[in-house]
């Protein structure tokens, strides 16, 4: 009885080391089997952290040469715009004239020295009656007016007809501008797309200063007050050789 309970135990034993054997071989066969799946992975990770590479350089140069391309467009189409855009001018400045005093006329010549047709041109231009004695400080603006011109095509030859726009001034106005006691002035703008999709916007400004000595001048608003000055001095000149031609009369009647 007790050599049976030896032999069990001895069994029992034997059975337990060999499963210990054989889970250890499981054990190191799972070890084995994670450390070539993580070679793997990290040979895997590698090669993907190269195609990754590469495809961003690849996108980048890509997106470097569409860059390029297109502002190659850009300076293209800038440097086309430059030569060929319409370009619309006021040939003649702008003028005002009386033909029935004391009713005006205002005159403004358009002319496109492009090479392109101008559109949807917009002008903007007012008309008003400053005192140049008081800094030129605006006594009445005598009209204001915005119209459209649907298109103005290229042309070197100024064969655009003059826009007119007529007014009226009281006789009081009228006597004040003609003694050059008053100035007028002509602001506006004028507005077009260039024929590229790009809006120019052009303001201008000019005066006119008549005198009954001086007869009349008109120029850029921002030479208007030196006009002014002259005109004071030509007629102070005036008045003075005026006064001593009539002394001089006086003088001789008197011998």
Known sequence: MRGERETNAENEEHLTGELTRRFRWVE?????SSIVLAVVGVIALYI???QLTEMRKSTKAAQDAADAAKESVDLARKQMEDISAAVIEITKGVSVSFPVAPFGETRINLRNSGHIIAHDVHVSISLSVKDKDRHLR??????SKTETIPAIAPSMLEDR????????L????????MTAMDCAYIEGSIDYENGFGTRTKQPFCYAQIWGEKFGSWAGACDQVQTQINLARD???QK???FSSSETGNSNRVLN
């Open 234 to 236: 030509r007629e102070q």
């Open 48 to 50: 993907y952290s190269g």
């Open 239 to 241: 008045v003075a050789l």
């Open 28 to 32: 190191i066969t799972q070890i084995g």
């Open 170 to 177: 009281s006789q009081a106005e009228y006597r004040r501008l």
């Open 161 to 168: 007809p003059d826009r007119i726009y007529s007014f009226e």
């Open 138 to 143: 605006p006594r009445r603006v005598v009209f």
